[in-house]
């Protein structure tokens, strides 16, 4: 079971580097400067929980499983689940990763700032809530290795096969959507009511 998030779409976030066998990026910015995009310094003195999962809150099955690892998680407060598809979402509280780059695949935060993607999200997550044995695997590089193509394969597809169309109509749905909300009328606008964001797709 996967968080299954859009086909990737460039993850300009920072550069990949690699770290006991685990696929990561380094922050976009240092722990004790502002994160891309502006906002507050990252402090990790106050950060509870370990790790961050950005999710697709449109999504079906992301929603489905992130429901499954909060039950898990029992209150405890080991995971921080933040919904993208939020009109709320704020990159700069989220080391600047934009809605279109976190559409792009899942993403992770960890309390120190750096961000990781695909497997490793799960495997962080699954971990914080006592199920680190579902993706032991991932400590092995070459089966985390298949196992992130096999997820990339599936992210790619995924928006077709969720019914959502395609990350551009996504993306441009939720801009009429946000301008609509800031201009003070309904958030109609929708993949299932297009009419009311006032877009056409080609």
């Given amino acids: 079971r996967h968080l299954a998030l859009a086909p990737r779409?460039?993850?300009?976030?920072?550069?990949?580097?690699?770290r006991g066998g685990v696929r990561a990026f380094a922050a976009p910015a240092p722990a004790d400067a502002s994160p891309r995009g502006g906002g507050a310094p990252w402090d990790a003195s106050k950060i509870t929980w370990d790790v961050r999962v950005l999710y697709d809150g449109d999504c079906p099955l992301c929603v489905r499983e992130v429901d499954f690892l909060r039950r898990k998680d029992a209150g405890r407060g080991k995971l921080d689940l933040v919904d993208i598809a939020s009109a709320r979402y704020d990159p700069s509280a989220n080391r600047g990763i934009e809605f279109a780059t976190a559409m792009s695949t899942i993403h992770g935060i960890e309390p120190n700032g750096d961000v990781i993607t695909?497997?490793?999200?799960?495997?962080?997550?699954?971990?914080?809530?006592?199920?680190?044995w579902v993706y032991a695997f991932a400590k092995v590089p070459a089966l985390l290795a298949a196992a992130n193509k096999a997820y990339d394969f599936w992210a790619e597809r995924r928006m077709e096969v969720t019914g959502r169309g395609s990350l551009a109509e996504v993306l441009e749905l939720r801009r009429r959507r946000l301008e609509a909300e800031e201009a003070g009328g309904a958030a109609a606008c929708s993949l299932d009511n297009r009419d009311a964001c006032d877009a056409t797709f080609d």
């Fill in 118 to 132: 695909g497997v490793e999200v799960f495997e962080r997550a699954y971990a914080a809530v006592g199920l680190g």
């Fill in 9 to 18: 779409v460039g993850l300009g976030v920072a550069r990949r580097r690699f």
